[in-house]
């Protein structure tokens, strides 16, 4: 059983920067994948990043690639996603979320394991 808890969500401009972190209380290095997931109010809940087991692969959405970098820390059993040049549409909740898949995966359902979310909200 993992859980898991992500900090550092909060009010910024628009062109500003952030970096979430996701905390798991399990050991996840090499056992399981990661990934960062978004949902605004009345849309889905859409995929954002993920990465490898080892760190060594990553898989971006096309509107954030260039701006936002998913990294990991074994030592810490912590996700971090850093967050650049934010845009007013970039407003979401933020979720971390754990897969047992041993490929990068982008969809919900690949996901086992879910945080409760960090509110980010970017001003213009």
């Known amino acids: ?3 898991l ?3 550092g969500g909060r009010l910024v401009q628009a062109g500003g920067s952030l970096r979430l972190s996701c905390a798991a209380s399990g050991r996840i290095s090499s056992t399981y994948g990661m990934g960062w997931f978004r949902q605004a109010p009345g849309d889905e809940r859409e995929f954002v990043a993920a990465i490898s087991r080892s760190g ?3 898989l971006y959405i096309d509107s954030v690639k260039g701006r936002f970098t998913i990294s990991r820390d074994g030592a810490k059993n912590t996700v971090y996603l850093q967050m650049n040049s934010l ?3 970039d407003t979401s909740v933020y979720y971390c979320a754990a897969s047992e898949s041993a490929t990068v ?3 919900r359902g ?3 394991y879910w ?5 980010v909200t970017v001003s213009s």
């Open 110 to 112: 690949e996901y086992d």
């Open 5 to 7: 808890a992500e900090s």
């Open 56 to 58: 060594d692969n990553t």
């Open 115 to 119: 945080g409760q979310g960090t509110q």
């Open 87 to 89: 845009k007013p549409e």
């Open 1 to 3: 059983q993992v859980q």
């Open 105 to 107: 995966v982008a969809g």
